[in-house]
């Protein structure tokens, strides 16, 4: 954990948010919150000090004033400054609270007491230094992709085929674990989660532990594909994949050694216009598009094998 980081302070329109938190993510922020402050959004983000230089902040900062131009909006005001440790924990927590997503989650900071009256799914969080609040728009599809997802499993079955209840899911680009507990949370019978990072690994096994679930229930490995296949007993039912749309099409070509006939797909972290080109690389491969769900100018592409 670094000692020191960059407090990056950016105060843009709305219409940019989301914009705003695909950029941050891709530099490699840590901890993304954002506030309303009269007609704008003040978005903060947090970076290890060790990772960039004043400079590389410079060129972000061109990156946000030029997103704003294309889309015709004002240009962002950006700050930034060094802050230690304590301050980092604290400063970006404070601007996070309880959010309602879809029509049956919510999303309750770990540090913050649960509601005692709520009939949502409540999944407690603390992302740590890991990507994935729910604050974004990809997170969000995801969620209320899953839903739809287990509304169709919980539908009445015959007797015969209550055995299509026992959905195993596969999330690679874990994160926070977000959208793992909440397959879980929904009715998964397991699911199996991956990421690269090992601060996401860890942010997913603690934010476990804080939702009260069994590492049997949800087993999380440091990795990608490679790692996923050799953890599985079997195909799985599900797969949700909130990456990049470059890291979804480079994956897809090998997600039927962990497929079945009847496993669907649920793939964000796609802008709208790079939405053909994964919708072409899945199609390619044997997956049929369901639906393409929309939030600004991020989808999320629900899909299936057969």
């Given at each position: 954990?670094?000692?020191?980081?960059?407090?990056?302070?950016i105060?843009?329109?709305?219409e940019l948010?989301?914009?705003?938190?695909?950029?941050?993510?891709?530099?490699?922020?840590?901890?993304?919150?954002?506030?309303?402050?009269?007609?704008?959004?003040?978005?903060k983000?947090?970076?290890?000090?060790?990772?960039?230089?004043?400079?590389?902040?410079?060129?972000?900062?061109?990156?946000?004033?030029q997103?704003?131009?294309?889309?015709g909006?004002?240009?962002?005001?950006?700050?930034w400054?060094?802050?230690?440790?304590?301050?980092?924990?604290?400063?970006?927590?404070?601007?996070?609270?309880?959010?309602?997503?879809?029509?049956?989650?919510?999303?309750?900071?770990?540090?913050?007491?649960?509601?005692?009256?709520?009939?949502?799914?409540?999944?407690?969080?603390?992302?740590?230094v890991?990507?994935g609040?729910?604050?974004?728009?990809?997170?969000?599809?995801?969620?209320?992709s899953?839903?739809?997802?287990?509304?169709?499993?919980?539908?009445?079955?015959?007797?015969?085929?209550?055995?299509?209840?026992n959905?195993?899911?596969?999330?690679?680009?874990?994160?926070?674990?977000?959208?793992?507990i909440?397959?879980?949370?929904?009715?998964?019978?397991?699911?199996?989660?991956?990421?690269?990072?090992?601060?996401?690994?860890?942010s997913?096994?603690?934010?476990?532990?804080?939702?009260?679930?069994?590492?049997?229930?949800?087993?999380?490995?440091?990795?990608?594909?490679?790692?996923?296949?050799?953890?599985?007993e079997?195909?799985?039912?599900?797969?949700v994949?909130?990456?990049?749309?470059?890291?979804?099409?480079?994956?897809?070509?090998?997600?039927?050694?962990?497929?079945?006939?009847?496993?669907?797909?649920?793939?964000?972290?796609?802008l709208?216009?790079?939405?053909?080109?994964?919708v072409?690389?899945?199609?390619?491969?044997?997956?049929?598009?369901?639906?393409?769900?929309?939030?600004?100018?991020?989808?999320?592409?629900?899909?299936?094998?057969?």
């Open positions: 954990m670094a000692n020191t980081w960059w407090e990056l302070q105060l843009c329109e709305p948010e989301d914009s705003v938190f695909w950029r941050l993510e891709n530099f490699g922020c840590r901890g993304t919150a954002s506030e309303r402050k009269g007609n704008n959004f003040l978005i983000s947090y970076l290890p000090q060790f990772q960039a230089q004043p400079s590389d902040l410079a060129v972000l900062s061109q990156w946000l004033r997103d704003a131009l294309c889309m909006l004002s240009v962002p005001v950006v700050q400054e060094v802050i230690d440790e304590q301050d980092w924990a604290s400063s970006w927590k404070q601007y996070w609270q309880p959010q309602e997503i879809g029509d049956r989650f919510l999303i309750n900071p770990a540090w913050l007491p649960v509601p005692e009256n709520s009939d949502r799914l409540i999944l407690r969080l603390d992302p740590g890991a990507f609040t729910g604050a974004h728009a990809t997170t969000q599809l995801c969620l209320e899953l839903e739809m997802r287990f509304s169709e499993v919980n539908k009445p079955f015959l007797e015969k085929e209550k055995e299509s209840q959905v195993v899911i596969a999330d690679i680009g874990c994160g926070s674990g977000i959208l793992s909440g397959s879980l949370l929904l009715g998964a019978t397991k699911v199996y989660a991956v990421d690269v990072d090992p601060l996401a690994v860890k997913t096994a603690e934010n476990r532990a804080l939702n009260s679930i069994s590492p049997e229930r949800l087993v999380v490995a440091e990795g990608s594909l490679d790692v996923l296949t050799e953890l599985l079997q195909p799985v039912d599900g797969i994949c909130n990456i990049l749309a470059d890291v979804i099409i480079n994956l897809v070509p090998d997600l039927s050694a962990i497929a079945k006939p009847s496993t669907w797909g649920i793939f964000s972290g796609i709208l216009e790079q939405s053909k080109a994964v072409d690389t899945l199609e390619k491969h044997g997956w049929v598009v369901a639906n393409i769900w929309r939030q600004n100018e991020w989808c999320c592409i629900n899909v299936r094998r057969s």
